[in-house]
């Protein structure tokens, strides 16, 4: 399509398409397909060698068969990538990778017993028969021609393109290999009856003619295709936790019609049908309980670590696992609507960005085949012109294009992220892409919010004062049932905390109920007149009662009177609770180097109550949203790295100015679409474990970067100078590559020290009820999927 075929729009949303690469094998591969998508006007594209995909930005009138025919013609195969949710059941794709790692299995074992008796007969003079060299000669013919086409082939199509990747390192050395022995056999005189030949780890100035260079024509297909065999293992290893979490939905659902059930598949179920879950059994989608009462096991999902009592209206998530009873659920959402789906795919989008320092990385491998040619032609010369045999020349030629390596210089840092981004997922932390990762790890100040941040931002009742001669319970059983029927937030308090300390969880009935706006409520219960709100003006309170009530202001907390029979009995205090995991982040942080800062918008004592309870020293209170943007910016400009972590709308414009945004996962979508990072789990101890993580992260890319330069560094001096036979060349190159990758799968094992977390091989654990998981999750993922 030419710029007169397409339509002219201004400001034309683009579209983002997924496409499945096969065929790449190095950096430079990543670099041929992002430059040939990128020609395509108003088309750009991010390629991960790790996952070997493809994230296109482009215009609508870009087809995505344009874009699939683009990767084609520079030689790589393209398919639409299926999503998430749906790549665990797809079957047929299943079947397909099983049927191709088949196959190069079967490959690598006919490489493998072809290649074995010539690299032994090779190797051993004492072990070389009469005519020993022509049965080498045979067996080599096959795995040069076919066991070797894969890297012929791909070498073939990268020069059609004017382009050189590791496939033409290898089909080179392969080729140069065979070539001379072919020479050497037919007209060097080394096809001779009788013929012996040494071997040696370098090259030896011997007779040109007389030496055979098959041990390194079959070596080099064998050991390559041994490493990227383990090397493919190792990648599908590093992408475990995101299947897992892709995975953990169940395949059927026994759903309720009437009086009768009958089971189906999962991808049948429809929002409003109700569905049977028993002891043992996965919670097949988002649902409300409509009957029964159970624990879930949320372990899998959310790394919960003890079950979550259930029962009616209570909010479920798909993947739970029902450790109880039998429950009744009405389906709310299903297939790509569920949390779990929607937060598969964000972290699935996260792995499809790339860190600046990637970008860097993938620019160096990109110039480093040609390089290496260029370099193995000019050790050819000089070993030539030095006067050298010309088997030395070919010797070293051959083990500088075999042992240079730029697939570890490729994989070093994606195969990192890929593994950190799926482990952030399963402690509860979504990245929203590499560059977090990269902030994250420069933070020195975080600025925390307090409701619903530091604190639950839900009231709950906190203390119980009564007069002398007063059971507290009955005193609470009382208040509960007249607040029973209030809507608001300190009567729900009320009621929450006498319905729990009920027997049964039941309240006595309230006659005569009657709610006074600013005053409080009245009611009778059990034949008692009961009156909670604020002390009438000609009431006395008793001492004690007194004391509890002025404790209650000091601590900026809110506190009702209890009066039964017009008599004052009981104080009720009530207050936005701080999280369980608020101090030990705090504290957890502040050994980790980075400094604590609350700005709020409450009150002074508010603010200064909570600051003490978690340990932080500076606090800025009665902060307007404006204010906490310029306390933001002010830092910054101190030359601080900060991080913002709020939960409601007026921490939005403070969590984009940031260096770094961290949203909880039950706030609001609009600070959750500001955030670089959002907590799912609403646990601050999340924080500790993301910054621990990032800092993992980054030495293992630190490690795998130095392994990849210094490899190459030191291997490709050794084999110009002729110190590195192409056998142990192959070797060398093929372990980088999984070495680098494996280091990277350390990170798998990666288990957070400090309390609420219980292993490397189980997600994190945090304390709260079950309903506000379900929301934080909804939302989290709502807002993310938005701003994508």
């Known amino acids: 399509m030419t710029s007169r075929d397409r339509p002219e729009l201004v400001d034309e949303p683009l579209v983002i398409t997924d496409l499945l690469v096969g065929g790449m094998t190095c950096a430079a591969c990543v670099a041929r397909v992002e430059k040939k998508l990128g020609r395509v006007e108003g088309v750009t594209a991010t390629v991960n060698l790790a996952t070997g995909r493809a994230r296109v930005s482009h215009p609508a009138w870009v087809a995505v068969e344009r874009l699939i025919s683009v990767v084609e013609s520079a030689g790589y195969s393209a398919e639409l990538r299926p999503p998430p949710e749906e790549q665990h059941a797809d079957a047929a794709l299943g079947q397909q990778l099983a049927g191709a790692r088949i196959s190069d299995r079967s490959r690598l074992l006919i490489t493998a017993l072809l290649s074995l008796p010539v690299l032994l007969v090779s190797m051993v ?12 000669f045979n067996l080599a013919v096959p795995v040069v021609g076919w066991s070797a086409w894969s890297f012929h082939e791909r070498a073939l199509v990268g020069l059609r393109h004017a382009t050189a990747t590791m496939d033409t390192l290898v089909s080179l050395g392969v080729l140069a290999s065979f070539v001379w022995s072919t020479y050497a056999l037919c ?11 040494p071997f040696s780890l370098v090259s030896e100035a011997g007779s040109a003619s007389a030496h055979l260079y098959l041990e390194a024509a079959v070596s080099v297909p064998l050991f390559v295709l041994v490493g990227r065999h383990l090397e493919e293992r190792a990648k599908r290893g590093a992408g475990s936790a995101l299947r897992a979490l892709a995975e953990l939905g169940s395949r059927d659902v026994e759903v309720r019609e009437g009086d009768q059930s009958r089971r189906i598949e999962v991808s049948a179920l429809r929002v409003g049908q109700e569905f049977l879950i028993r002891p043992g059994e996965k919670v097949a989608t988002d649902g409300v309980v409509i009957a029964g009462g159970s624990a879930l096991d949320l372990s899998l999902v959310t790394g ?7 029962g009616p209206d209570s909010a479920v998530v798909g993947g739970a696992v029902n450790a109880g009873g039998l429950l009744v659920v009405r389906a709310t959402a299903v297939g790509a609507d569920t949390q779990l789906a929607r937060i598969t795919q964000l972290v699935s989008d996260a792995q499809a960005g790339k860190a600046r320092i990637q970008r860097l990385a993938d620019t160096a491998a990109g110039v480093f085949v040609p390089a290496i040619v260029t370099v193995a032609c000019t050790v050819l010369g000089f070993w030539l012109g030095a006067g050298a045999d010309t088997s030395a020349a070919v010797t070293a030629a051959v083990a500088v294009l075999v042992v240079a390596c730029p697939c ?19 402690l509860g932390v979504l990245l929203r892409g590499p560059e977090a ?23 709950t009742l906190t203390d119980i004062s009564v007069v002398a001669g007063e059971d507290a319970d009955a005193i609470l059983h009382l208040a509960g049932a007249v607040e029973y029927g209030s809507e608001h937030p300190i009567g729900r308090a009320v009621a929450s905390a006498a319905c729990q300390a009920a027997v049964g969880g039941q309240l006595p009935p309230v006659e005569d109920f009657r709610a006074v706006p600013g005053v409080g409520v009245h009611g009778r219960v059990d034949g008692h007149e009961v009156v909670i709100g604020r002390p009438r003006a000609d009431a006395l309170l008793p001492d004690s009662l007194q004391q509890a009530w002025d404790l209650a202001r000091a601590c900026a907390r809110t506190a009702v009177a209890v009066e039964r029979d017009g008599r004052p009995v009981g104080i009720l205090t009530v ?9 030990s982040a705090v504290r957890h942080l502040r050994k980790l180097g980075i400094e604590s800062i609350l700005v709020t918008g409450d009150g002074a004592a508010a603010a200064h109550a909570v600051a003490e309870q978690v340990g932080i020293s500076e606090v800025h209170a009665e902060v307007t949203p404006e204010g906490k943007t310029a306390i933001v910016a002010r830092l910054r400009d101190e030359g601080r790295r900060v991080a913002v972590i709020g939960d409601g709308v007026n921490d939005a414009a403070a969590l984009a100015c940031a260096d770094l945004g961290i949203a909880m996962g039950g706030g609001t979508d609009v600070a959750i679409g500001a955030a670089d990072i959002t907590l799912v789990r609403e646990d601050l101890q999340a924080v500790v474990a993301a910054v621990q993580l990032t800092r993992r992260t980054l030495g293992t890319i630190r490690v795998n970067l130095a392994w990849a330069f210094g490899y190459n560094v030191v291997t490709v001096p050794l084999a110009a100078t002729g110190w590195l036979n192409p056998m142990f060349a192959a070797v060398a190159m093929s372990a980088s590559s999984v070495l680098v990758v494996a280091n990277s799968l350390r990170l798998r094992a990666y288990s957070p020290s400090g309390p609420g977390y219980r292993s490397a091989s189980a997600f994190a654990s945090t304390d709260k009820s079950g309903p506000t998981w379900s929301a934080a999750y909804s939302s989290t993922a709502a807002s993310l999927e938005e701003t994508r």
């Open 125 to 136: 003079p004492s072990l070389q028969f009469t005519y020993w060299q022509w049965v080498c």
């Open 187 to 197: 007209f060097g005189g080394a096809g001779q009856p009788g013929m012996r030949m």
């Open 304 to 310: 919960e670590s003890v079950p979550v009592e259930v």
């Open 408 to 426: 570890a210089l490729g994989l070093a840092i994606p195969t990192a992220f890929l593994v950190a981004s799926g482990r952030g997922a399963q």
């Open 437 to 459: 990762l990269e902030r994250l790890r420069r933070i020195d100040t975080v600025v925390f919010d307090k409701t619903g941040t530091l604190t639950t931002g839900r009231m």
């Open 575 to 583: 207050g936005d609770t701080v999280r369980p995991s608020s101090y």
